[in-house]
């Protein structure tokens, strides 16, 4: 049986015999890099350096969630704006494995340049067993390549230091229970962000048009989970489809987007199976989602299982 304490305190002595200097961190807001935070923090005291960067493909209202969750921790925290650069790589860019492998470059480079200032040479990062395994290597297929594993560039100047490397997301949880993180509970959100929510080319107005409606799926299913009309799903939010499709504005032909509804249940995210969300509930999403987003005239609701379909889209 999986023990939290017992893995916090060799995860500690593990980084400690892992980094001679000083390091840097990714962090997201998630559970997985707050928990990889929480025990670089402990092992390396003020010789981590916390760095968080807005790519312009977080959810809403992430970077000022991240900053007040990271302004409570005892340790150095640097916020990079790097919307234009992330977009800018990203133009013209429809294949899912090319879009992760260039965000994942993407982050190589900028935490190289704040650890150069910053004078360290190590990188923790918070990759879980998930990550590498559906990455492939050696005997393994490559599912997608995560960005912060199939995206790492070959001639990275910083050491990678992964303290949570071999444990799952229901043990991850575990561990950020056990160090009392506001986080613990968080909903999972993708390391290359909105842009694998965007089934295609990636500009700003389909940018804003899938962070509102995963807002929208967020606030419709937390809400729902508060009042006890449903069990909370492990993850939840809105796929932008390369698919337009007629509709009507009051009496006006429209030709908008289609927007999928993605909820699931599962443990380790190795497995997942959809949601059974009450009718009334999908009917509420898909009001507010073309009633607030008017380029928005279609929404499907995603019953795939995983396997045969990843939980998110690309």
């Known amino acids: 049986m999986f023990d939290a304490a017992s893995f916090v305190e060799k995860a500690v002595d593990d980084v400690k015999k892992q980094v001679k200097g000083k390091a840097v961190i990714a962090v997201s807001g998630g559970v997985d890099s707050t928990v990889a935070a929480k025990i670089g923090s402990m092992a390396l005291g003020e010789n981590l350096v916390a760095v968080y960067v807005d790519t312009g493909l977080m959810r809403k209202g992430e970077s000022e969630f991240v900053n007040r969750l990271y302004g409570g921790m005892p340790l150095r925290f640097i916020l990079v704006d790097a919307k234009?650069?992330?977009?800018?790589?990203?133009?013209?860019?429809?294949?899912?494995?090319?879009?992760?492998?260039?965000?994942?470059e993407k982050f190589i480079r900028l935490f190289e340049r704040v650890a150069r200032e910053e004078n360290a040479s190590y990188l923790i990062q918070g990759t879980i067993a998930p990550d590498w395994i559906e990455s492939g290597g050696e005997l393994r297929d490559t599912i997608k390549s995560h960005?912060?594993?199939?995206?790492?560039?070959?001639?990275?100047?910083?050491?990678?230091?992964?303290?949570?490397?071999?444990?799952y997301k229901d043990e991850v949880r575990e561990v950020a229970r056990y160090l009392k993180l506001a986080v613990a509970e968080r909903q999972p959100f993708p390391g290359p962000g909105l842009a694998v929510r965007i089934l295609e080319e990636i500009d700003e107005e389909k940018v804003d048009i899938v962070r509102r409606a995963c807002a929208v799926v967020e606030e419709e299913i937390d809400a729902a989970w508060k009042s006890g009309m449903i069990e909370k799903p492990w993850q939840y939010f809105a796929v932008l489809l390369p698919v337009r499709?007629?509709?009507?504005?009051g009496d006006v032909r429209a030709y908008g987007y289609t927007i999928a509804i993605r909820s699931v249940d599962s443990v380790d995210a190795m497995t997942a199976v959809y949601s059974k969300l009450p009718h009334e509930l999908l009917e509420k999403m898909a009001t507010r989602i073309t009633n607030?987003?008017?380029?928005?005239n279609r929404v499907v609701y995603d019953i795939s299982d995983k396997p045969p379909a990843t939980i998110e889209w690309e």
């Open 245 to 249: 499709s007629v509709g009507v504005r």
């Open 147 to 167: 960005h912060n594993v199939g995206g790492l560039p070959t001639d990275m100047a910083l050491t990678v230091v992964e303290p949570l490397r071999h444990i």
């Open 292 to 296: 607030e987003i008017r380029e928005v």
């Open 84 to 104: 234009e650069e992330f977009l800018d790589a990203l133009r013209g860019v429809v294949d899912p494995e090319e879009k992760r492998k260039i965000i994942g």
